[in-house]
């Protein structure tokens, strides 16, 4: 080997390793605060929160792996933010066990849509609008959260709301991990942290049978397939095909869905496609060789498996935080997909009314029968897109 291919073959791999942990600290850093929430929403014990991010963090690594090293492109997977929100604003009430339930049912749901094609065409055909409103109004009710927390703890939260739009006009990708760390140095330096924090060790993943409840099937596990689908997935091979890349949907739904039912009963909500990281590890300054990008699946794995394992750290951590904080955080985290689903629902004048509808119903809380307000604002959404449609054609 020539030096000079030596060097290039260095800067292949320094461009790979570097790529790759800016993905995971932005997946990471972004939304672990949304899915400690989700967890402490539905009765979590601080053991149960650690092994669901522990489950998430090693279900990532190995589904990544999986899909990269098969099919020789990045097929990066993450965990479903929206559906963590989701969890997180309409799980108020829901036993951990009976979440788990639907979880496995929403894993179960992912493998059907990629063995019938019929049902995997009909969640792509839902209009976009809609999934887009049903995503903005979940997203909207978390981040209304940010003018309270501001108002009770003005002294931690404005400073990161400055530093967090800031970065936004200049360093986008950073905005989010920065405000994470500033935000726990701020907690830190002015004695907010819980006076039990904090406990360190490797994270051990821990079951929970699940129990099966159609209300929170219903509630929850049918509106976290469509949200994750609709958000996520979608998304993700959209990205992957603007690189170039043709993905593998089909096995990329067995693997992601086989995955999410496997680690349910340790708390995983849902692994799915990545999409905003995705972006990270698919084009070249990741690697200039399309045919080698998909070695970020090595350091994917040692990152996120490492993290999986510290996983009880950063949840005692985190969770050690005053609670107006986190929610800051993780209102502004939420910040950017709020303001993309915002405008997705928008884009279309032609489908706006049913839109709105769908953003109302779901940003209203509305619970009825049990069934929260997600799976509500979905049906009321499509029966006016296709009440419209039909007049459209008479």
């Known amino acids: 080997m020539t030096d000079a291919s030596l060097s290039s073959s260095r800067s292949g791999w320094f461009s790979l390793v570097s790529s790759t942990f800016t993905a995971v600290v932005v997946g990471f850093a972004s939304t672990i605060l949304v899915i400690m929430e989700a967890a402490r929403n539905v009765g979590a014990t601080p053991g149960q929160q650690a092994s669901w991010a522990a489950a998430l963090c090693f279900g990532?690594?190995?589904?990544?792996?999986?899909?990269?090293?098969?099919?020789?492109?990045?097929?990066?997977?993450?965990?479903?933010?929206?559906?963590?929100?989701?969890?997180?604003?309409?799980?108020?009430?829901?036993?951990?066990?009976?979440?788990?339930?639907?979880?496995?049912?929403?894993?179960?749901?992912?493998?059907?849509?990629?063995?019938?094609?019929?049902?995997?065409?009909?969640?792509?055909?839902?209009?976009?609008?809609?999934?887009?409103?049903?995503?903005?109004?979940?997203?909207?009710?978390?981040?209304?959260?940010?003018?309270?927390?501001?108002?009770?703890?003005?002294?931690?939260?404005?400073?990161?709301?400055?530093?967090f739009f800031g970065l936004r006009l200049s360093y986008p990708l950073y905005a989010v991990p920065v405000v994470v760390v500033a935000g726990v140095a701020i907690a830190g330096l002015g004695g907010g942290f819980a006076g039990t924090c904090c406990d360190f060790g490797v994270t051990t993943l821990e079951w929970t049978t699940p129990a099966f409840d159609l209300e929170t099937i219903l509630s929850i596990g049918v509106p976290l397939f469509l949200v994750t689908m609709a958000s996520q997935n979608l998304p993700g091979f959209a990205v992957l095909r603007a690189s170039g890349y043709q993905p593998p949907v089909q096995p990329a739904l067995l693997v992601t869905g086989a995955t999410s039912v496997a680690l349910a009963p340790f708390g995983s909500h849902a692994i799915n496609m990545a999409a905003i990281t995705a972006s990270i590890v698919t084009g070249p300054d990741c690697h200039p060789d399309p045919g080698k990008r998909w070695l970020v699946a090595w350091p994917y794995l040692v990152f996120y498996g490492v993290i999986g394992l510290m996983a009880a750290s950063f949840v005692a951590v985190l969770g050690a935080m005053p609670k107006d904080l986190i929610t800051a955080i993780a209102g502004l985290a939420l910040f950017s997909p709020l303001m993309g689903g915002i405008t997705a629902m928008m884009k279309e004048p032609r489908d706006i009314e049913s839109a709105l509808v769908t953003f109302l119903v779901t940003a209203s809380g509305l619970t009825i029968a049990g069934v929260g307000s997600a799976f509500w604002g979905l049906v009321a959404g499509l029966a006016l897109f296709a009440a419209r449609h039909l007049l459209k054609r008479n």
């Open 60 to 163: 990532m690594a190995v589904s990544s792996f999986v899909l990269s090293w098969r099919y020789r492109m990045p097929l990066i997977t993450a965990w479903s933010t929206p559906g963590a929100v989701l969890i997180a604003t309409s799980g108020a009430g829901i036993s951990y066990e009976n979440a788990l339930g639907a979880f496995v049912v929403a894993g179960v749901l992912m493998v059907v849509a990629g063995l019938i094609k019929p049902l995997e065409r009909a969640i792509e055909k839902i209009p976009a609008p809609v999934a887009a409103a049903m995503l903005a109004g979940v997203l909207l009710r978390y981040t209304l959260g940010v003018p309270g927390a501001a108002m009770a703890m003005p002294w931690a939260v404005l400073p990161l709301v400055i530093v």
